[in-house]
């Protein structure tokens, strides 16, 4: 879905949703996704829709599972497909955490 206007923070966090999914999923899997979402729900009680507001725990968990640069290169890859989603050109930055990418993203769309 590609947002002509600013989109309404649930549609830019139903579209941060959805690049979770298909960028972990196309990357290491659906069970590792489903993985991470059991531990997100078991260790910290985040649904799988409410993970979009709890980037830095979701980045905890990455960077847990798959070590700093790990998650640092699924953060570039679901924020390029959220960038993507909304018309945005995306830059990848050293060291940018997902939630970096994002702030960035909806201050350009602000």
């Known amino acids: 879905m ?5 989109p309404s923070a649930t549609a ?4 941060v949703r959805r690049a979770i999914d298909d ?10 996704l489903n993985a991470v979402y059991d531990h997100l729900k078991d260790h910290y ?9 709890r980037l830095d725990t979701l980045f905890d968990t990455l ?3 798959f070590g700093f640069k790990g ?3 699924l ?12 018309g945005l050109r995306f830059i990848e930055l050293p060291n940018y955490r ?7 993203a909806k201050k350009q769309l602000a």
């Open 23 to 32: 960028a972990i999923s196309s990357v290491v899997g659906q069970q590792v």
């Open 45 to 53: 009680g985040i649904a799988d829709d409410e993970v979009p507001y």
């Open 75 to 86: 953060s570039r890859v679901i924020a390029r497909r959220v960038y993507g989603q909304m």
């Open 63 to 65: 960077e847990k599972t």
């Open 12 to 15: 830019f966090n139903n579209e």
């Open 2 to 6: 590609l947002f002509l206007s600013a």
């Open 98 to 104: 997902l939630q970096d990418y994002l702030e960035q």
């Open 71 to 73: 998650a640092l290169t």
